[in-house]
């Protein structure tokens, strides 16, 4: 009975834009079973995905009176799922409002500052077996790569969707800090990371930032504090990526050692292919006096030294920018990618796509399965 629970959550979970696929082994539910309780995995199946606009209180409890809650006992589970980190949150004035939130981005991310290693070991099982084979199959991600920025000028002009300084210019407040929960993980099972000591590091801007805030997450500051955290981590050798949409959610500040998107993506062949980016690193061989500060940079493994230069590896390049920085002969330039691609214009629009694309994906899927059964009952009858 207690599974059955679990699996109804997991199922409802896996209707969102980016989904909660089932395995074989059923470690997503041991996922599951460390954020909610029986009573509040009943709760969270019966609640709606909303990015932005969450759902009061009073309309959860109408759809929810035949789990026997009073309005007050109803309150005291959601409150305490959002303390650990299992729904979205926010409140305005004395009107709470609520809503599920995805693996990634969100219980994951909502785990900062309160993880366990029982859950990381589950975590990290279902992300790489189950989670991670569904994601890759959907061509729109929901992270971008785009050019480090603040220290340095580039040459190549930068679409302001892309331009990190235009970003946080029209970032909508209020902005807020929260550690790193990828670098945590990694601290909490003995790695440190290799670019950084810092852990706060990642930003979250207007309803998904106060997300955070409303559920004692993280703190606010100014869009010159968020300049100056985003200028240390471009000299600490950090790429930015940033929600694929023009009007950006959130920022985070990833490394290969510790994030779970650049970990996975530095493992493949070609990066380049897979992530969302506009640009690519060049190397000028006259300018370049093969010092290598580079290569130690490079979070891909893109650059290697041939001969006495520094060459880049264009499928392993994406177009980060954060070679350029410390480059002492100004050898390296970023440049544009012949087609750029332009992100949806909000979060809301991303999920909308995204969640057409999967749904497009799983009928095809649901057409190739009903095909090969057919031909398994043809071949039988012969």
């Known amino acids: 009975m207690s ?19 089932p395995t074989k082994s059923g470690v997503e539910l041991r996922v599951l079973k460390h954020i909610f309780t029986t009573e ?3 709760i969270a199946t019966l609640l709606k995905f909303a990015w932005e606009d969450k759902e009061p209180l009073e309309s959860i409890f109408e759809r929810t009176k035949h789990l026997g809650h009073t309005i007050e006992e109803l309150e005291m589970h959601l409150d305490n799922m959002v303390s650990k980190g299992g729904v979205m949150y926010s409140k305005k004035g004395n009107r709470k409002t609520y809503g599920n939130a995805m693996l990634l981005v969100g219980i994951f991310e909502f785990q900062v500052d309160k993880l366990k290693k029982e859950f ?35 040459e190549t002009s930068i679409t302001n969707f ?24 990694q601290n909490a099972i003995g790695n440190k990371c290799k670019a950084t000591s810092r852990l706060e590091v990642c930003m979250g801007f207007g309803p998904f930032a106060q997300s955070y805030l ?53 493992k493949w062949s070609e990066p380049a292919l897979i992530v969302a980016t506009n640009h690519f690193a060049e190397i000028d061989p006259e300018l370049c006096t093969g010092c290598e500060l580079c290569i130690d940079r490079c979070q891909m493994g893109a650059i290697s030294l041939e001969g006495d230069v520094s060459i880049i590896e264009r499928k392993r390049c994406i177009g980060c920018g954060v070679c350029i920085i410390t480059c002492p002969s100004e050898a390296i330039k970023l440049v544009k990618k012949d087609r750029e691609t332009v992100p949806p214009m909000t979060g809301v ?20 399965k009903e095909r090969a059964e057919k031909r398994k009952e043809k071949q039988a009858q012969i």
């Open 214 to 266: 409303d559920a004692g997450m993280g703190r606010q500051i100014s869009k010159e504090i968020a300049l100056e955290v985003l200028k240390k981590n471009e000299e600490d050798g950090l790429v930015f990526s940033p929600s694929n949409a023009q009007k950006a959610d959130f920022v985070c500040s990833c490394c290969s050692c510790c994030c779970e998107q650049l970990s996975n993506i530095a």
């Open 349 to 368: 629009d991303l999920y909308d796509d995204i969640a057409k694309i999967r749904t497009k994906i799983k009928e095809r899927e649901l057409k190739r």
């Open 120 to 154: 990381i070991k589950d975590f990290h099982e279902y992300f790489k077996r189950g989670w991670l084979r569904e994601y890759v199959k959907v061509p729109l991600p929901q992270l971008r790569t785009i050019p480090v920025g603040i220290t340095i000028d580039h």
């Open 3 to 21: 599974d059955d629970v679990y699996r109804e959550l997991q199922q409802h979970l896996d209707k969102f834009p980016v989904g909660f696929p």
């Open 162 to 185: 892309d331009d990190i300084k235009t970003l946080i210019d029209r970032a909508e407040e209020p902005i807020v800090l929260v550690n790193c929960v990828c670098r945590q993980t």
């Open 40 to 42: 509040e995995a009943k």
